[in-house]
Nanobody, 126 residues
């Protein structure tokens, strides 16, 4: 069974840092893209950062960020371990939300599906 398992998150003061991790487990043939979304109370879920495979062995991954986190958050991926991290620096109260890992994965059947993690709470407060 393919799953996205998140870790990290918690309570941090404004200006602090947190690191979120997401591991894709199960029979995975290829990861087409992965990303982090967040949803604050009363708001829609939004894309925070995404990383997509270049498509060919030597093509670099493409990375994108929401304007609100550019320069503060960094997304990275370990292809060998099927893991992804989100390093969050200079956190602000408005970053408070439940953060979800998302992945477009080709699984053992050969078909491609979109998976979501269970979500992890990030609270930025003094």
């Amino acid at each position: 069974q393919v799953q996205l398992v998140e870790s990290g998150g918690g309570l941090v003061q404004p200006g602090g840092s947190l690191r979120l991790s997401c591991a894709a487990t199960g029979s995975i043939l290829r990861i087409h893209s992965m990303g982090w979304y967040r949803q604050a109370p009363g708001k829609e879920r939004e894309l925070v950062a995404g990383i997509a495979s270049g498509g060919f062995p030597n093509y670099a991954d493409s990375v994108s960020y929401a304007d609100s986190v550019k320069g503060r958050f960094t997304i990275s991926r370990d292809n060998a371990k099927n893991t992804m991290t989100l390093q969050m620096n200079s956190l602000k109260p408005e970053d408070t939300a439940v953060y979800y890992c998302n992945g477009e994965l080709r699984v053992g059947s050969g078909r491609t599906y979109v998976y979501w993690g269970q979500g992890t709470q990030v609270t930025v407060s003094s």
